[in-house]
């Protein structure tokens, strides 16, 4: 009886699942567990640099090694006398304090005063994939919410299922977390605060 009761255990193990999935039943996502007023806003931080961007530095009194430079592939711009400095993912702040550094193994007399400014952001970048018009990879010289990012691919299609979108967001290198999101809920207004703004690398998938 009890090899019985195990292979019939085993049984369902195998056949349960496959049930589910010839039934056609779609995932259930509870709403409710995510946090959406904590969730990263890019408009209340300072701007990440990225591959593509087009940066202006600017060193006070120091005409000669004020420049322009375009954030290669690699992340790294290269600057008079400094040379090549990584920029990928660091903010403007943090590239003139790195620029500053390494002027001061050059310029001794003096305290450089740097500026940096970006002048053309190439990087953000987000996915929109499923059951939508016209899936894609989309740039924006502005930040982008949700609606509006759906909006740009076309909208859903007649087989998305609307209310069971996903947030797919990388919060560190291969660490992916799934944002539920009810675009339902979004249009009428009855839960707003899910229109979350996306990060550059963010992917909105629609099932």
Known sequence: MAEFA???RRLLSIVAPLLVALSGCAPVYVYDSANYAKEFDPRAHEYVIGVGDSLQI??????????GALVRPDGIITLPLVGDVFVAGSTPSQVRAAITK????????????????????????????????????????????????????????????TDQILLIRMDAPGKFRHIPINYDSIVSREHPEQDLVLKAGDTVYVP
Not at 58 to 67: I, Q
Not at 127 to 148: C, D, K
């Open 58 to 67: 600017n060193v006070w009194r120091m005409a000669d090694l004020s420049s």
């Open 102 to 161: 390494r002027l001061s193994e050059f310029v001794k007399d003096e305290t450089a005063v740097v500026t940096i400014a970006v002048t053309s952001v190439n990087s953000y970048r987000f996915v929109v994939s499923g059951n939508v018009a016209h899936a894609g990879i989309f740039t924006s010289t502005y930040y982008v919410s949700v609606s509006e990012a759906l909006a740009m691919a076309g909208g859903p299609n007649q087989f998305a299922s």
């Open 6 to 8: 195990l292979s019939t």
